[in-house]
């Protein structure tokens, strides 16, 4: 049997893949992870901003049969930065022309004034030798700084993997008189009800009755191959977690240093409002600045094409960082929504908020290297760790499908 850990887009990804005997455990009441969505006053919140950026197309017809085309909106993305009042067009970079003249130009003399032998080891010194001191310091460290809640040289230089938009010279040039407007995502889906659908037509393919909510794993015998619930002790062939691996590791007794790994939390307030708000093209901005307590605010109003204002602002926290009252929290947000424009005569109709712990990971050389000896440990045992948390790495949705699809084809053969 296959032992299955955590029904989020992961582990429902792995047991349809799979199939054969398998049995799914999951510690909350409701399946989805972090893709859980929220519908309260006519407003659909997720646990925060999930969109889908399909680069998989067979991914994406898998998740799409059991989808009506009337459930799903194609978006095309448009995202801005608030930068000392006034908004650039993301990504930072590739856009200082929109800057104030003598921003521009600082910008642009440090771009080309990087000297050759500029170090890169880590995430920070890796933004000074690419794109100089100015891009840097106005907008990538500030902003990388507040989301990861971390030093950046703390990071490797691959943290952020693909999913950082890195551009050259010429690249940031011609894109003064012709606005390249590429991304990984320039386009994404979102279904209509929120993103629990696209958990719901994974969770499709898997046999219900073998998902048992409300069931923590509390301890593994790696040796025996026995997994001990809050519920019962079962006997599996393979363990497939998707867990943080270091909670995995706390749990099989594998011992490892804890300083190691590290990540942020992120406290997400999804806001409802009586009316419109002023932003009505952008899908999120992005918030370098500290004089505001959050880092990013989206707007599912324009995403979705409803008439009243409809947020996620997502605050970052360090690991050990106590969050505090979020009554208190819910209040410095408010204010700074309006003295950041976004929130003006707007009165706040409905609230929900959420800690995700852990959030964002910290990919570092260390923590890299501790994984890559410690997933082949606990392969030699027969079990296995993937998605966000369980491989420990800055990726998308799909990345979890592709890689639960990919470990369940290797596992067959």
Request: proline share 4%; net charge negative; aromatic share 12%.
């Amino acid at each position: 049997m296959d032992l299955i850990v955590g029904a989020g887009i992961s582990g429902l990804s792995y047991a349809a893949a799979a199939g054969g005997d398998f049995q799914i455990i999951e510690a909350e009441e409701q399946i989805g992870g972090y893709c859980k969505t929220i519908r309260k006053e006519g407003f659909v919140w997720d646990y925060s901003g999930h969109f889908f950026h399909f680069q998989h197309p067979e991914l994406r017809d898998y998740v799409m049969q059991r989808i009506a085309p009337d459930e799903m909106l194609t978006v095309r993305k448009h995202t801005q930065i608030l930068y000392k009042d006034r908004h650039v067009d993301f990504p930072f970079q590739m856009n200082i022309h929109q800057l104030e003249q003598q921003e521009f130009i600082d910008c642009l003399y440090d771009l080309f004034s990087i000297p050759d032998n500029a170090p890169s080891d880590t995430f920070k010194q890796m933004l000074y030798a690419k794109f100089g001191r100015s891009i840097a310091d106005k907008f990538l460290i500030p902003y990388n700084s507040k989301l990861y809640a971390t030093d950046l040289d703390n990071l490797d230089v691959d943290a952020m993997g693909r999913f950082f938009p890195y551009a050259d010279k010429e690249q940031i040039v011609r894109n003064f008189r012709n606005p390249e407007g590429k991304s990984y995502n320039a386009t994404f889906l979102y279904p209509k009800v929120g993103c629990i659908r696209i958990v719901n037509s994974v969770a499709s393919h898997v046999d219900s009755s073998r998902i048992s909510l409300g069931e923590r794993l509390l301890s593994v015998d790696m040796d025996t191959h026995t997994a001990v619930t809050n519920r019962r002790t079962l006997h599996y062939d393979r363990l497939v977690s998707t867990m943080p691996l270091p909670r995995l590791l706390d749990i099989c007794s594998v011992p490892y240093d804890s300083g190691i790994y590290s990540w942020n939390k992120v406290l997400v307030f999804n806001l409802g409002f009586d009316a419109k708000g002023p932003e009505r093209t952008n899908c999120w901005i992005y918030i370098p600045e500290n004089k505001y307590v959050f880092y990013r605010v989206g707007f599912y109003d324009n995403i979705i094409g409803q008439d009243r204002m409809s947020l996620y602002v997502e605050i970052g926290f360090a690991k050990g960082q106590p969050v505090g009252d979020t009554g208190s929290l819910l209040q410095r947000t408010l204010d700074d929504l309006h003295n950041a424009g976004i929130v003006t005569n707007q009165r706040l109709v409905a609230e929900h908020h959420v800690l995700m712990d852990p959030a964002y990971v910290h990919v570092t050389r260390h923590s890299e290297m501790d994984k890559q000896e410690k997933m082949a440990l606990l392969a030699k045992y027969g079990i296995y760790s993937i998605g966000r948390y369980g491989a420990w790495k800055y990726c998308s949705l799909e990345d979890n499908m592709f890689d639960a699809f990919k470990l369940a084809g290797e596992l067959k053969e």
